[in-house]
């Protein structure tokens, strides 16, 4: 696997999260995950400048979900929007 980590560090790094309790260990999963989540859509948005918000997160859902999802959540924010 490609790191930029020092070894030693990555040893401690492991062994601090083997140690952690399982409530810190979900909690430490949640929070890198919703890093990561951020890190795409911000992705998507720099490559597609144009996009507003409500694209951006489609095109994250169709990436992650597939088309036929975000088509379907699309149509119903379409239909949620003309009937408010």
């Known amino acids: 696997m490609l790191t930029d980590t020092n070894p030693d560090a990555e040893k401690v ?18 929070s890198f995950t919703s890093f990561v989540i951020n890190l795409s859509r911000q ?27 975000a088509a379907e959540v699309r149509d119903y924010l379409e239909k949620a929007s003309h009937d408010s």
């Open 13 to 30: 790094q492991l062994d601090l999260i083997r140690k952690a309790s399982v409530a810190k260990r979900i909690s430490l999963m949640r």
């Open 43 to 69: 992705g998507i948005a720099q490559a597609n400048p144009g996009m507003n918000e409500r694209e951006i997160e489609l095109r994250w859902a169709e990436l992650h979900y597939g088309k036929r999802l």
